[in-house]
């Protein structure tokens, strides 16, 4: 009995597997479209009225649920899928401190099926401290080296998002080692945005108790560097970050260096 409904299994899965390889192939040759045309390759709206009319033809609405569950996985690995046809390289955010790096990046990677990871984030998993306490402890130097191996274990990722920390230019190899499959995004803040954006934040040793005048002096010293590496650049003052997502969405995909 057991064997016959597996048989059953058997059967769907070799229907699945060419009809989920035919559906990918056609978002990709969509891709290639909109490209052409300037169009999204992220329409919302489209997804909502597919899911509809997904809802409508479904005879059996028992597993409705799932069903739907699994569409969104389906749209979500179909923009992957889009994205990588047009723009075959792993995102890459640079910029300062506040800039929204992590925050972007973390969208980004929602909205286009890509994997995210965080500079910053990895190095405090490998330390088992914080950001603050390996600057506090060991002090920056220490930081940078764990930085580095970090960025050294990220030259193998791939349908990736990378949110670096702020000082990863300040290494020739870091931007190198990120270069060989990555573009670089340089989110931009105005000194007085950073300020802002991070005066209740006290996670980032560089600048805590700096004053503004501080900050705008760092900054500035910065800046050239990012702007050396910079493939893309994306000014976010006054900017909401799902606006900020979809430009970047529409930016990179549309004009894919
Ligand atoms: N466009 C934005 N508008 C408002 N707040 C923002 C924006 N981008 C980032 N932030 C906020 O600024 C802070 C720093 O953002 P984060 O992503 O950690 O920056 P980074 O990684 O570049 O240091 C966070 O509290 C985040 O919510
Ligand atoms: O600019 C820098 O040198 C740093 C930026 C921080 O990351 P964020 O830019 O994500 O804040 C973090 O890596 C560390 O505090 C040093
Ligand atoms: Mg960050």
Redesign the pocket.
């Given at each position: 009995m057991l064997d016959k409904l597996r048989l059953e299994i058997d059967s769907f899965d070799a229907v699945l597997t060419e009809t989920l390889y035919r559906r990918f192939a056609a978002a990709a040759r969509v891709a290639a479209y909109k490209k052409e045309r300037g169009l999204a390759v992220y329409q919302p709206e489209r997804e909502a009225a597919v899911l509809n009319k997904i809802a409508g033809i479904m005879k059996n609405k028992s597993f409705g649920v799932e069903i739907q569950e699994l569409y969104r996985h389906i749209f979500q690995l179909s923009r992957r899928v889009q994205i990588h046809q047009v723009f075959p390289y792993n995102m890459v955010f640079i910029?300062f401190?506040?800039?929204?790096?992590?925050?972007?990046g973390r969208y980004l990677a929602e909205i286009s099926g890509y994997n995210y990871y965080d500079v910053d984030t990895m190095i405090e998993q490998q330390a088992g401290q914080s950001v603050q306490e390996i600057f506090s402890i060991h002090g920056e130097k220490h930081f940078r080296s764990l930085e580095r191996e970090v960025v050294e274990r990220l030259r193998t990722v791939d349908h990736a998002v990378i949110?670096c920390g702020?000082g990863v230019v300040l290494d020739a190899a870091n931007v190198s080692h990120l270069k060989e499959k990555g573009k670089f995004i340089w989110?931009k803040a105005a000194p007085e945005t950073v300020y802002e954006?991070?005066k209740h934040?006290n996670n980032r040793p560089l600048i805590k108790d700096k004053n503004f005048d501080d900050i705008k002096n760092l900054l500035k010293s910065r800046e050239g560097l990012y702007g050396a590496v910079a493939d893309y650049e994306v000014a976010?003052d006054g900017?909401?970050?799902s606006d900020?997502g979809h430009d970047i969405m529409n930016m990179i995909t549309n004009t894919a260096k």
């Open positions: 910029g401190m506040g800039s929204g790096k992590s925050t972007i949110a702020g989110l954006r991070l934040q976010t900017k909401l970050i900020i």
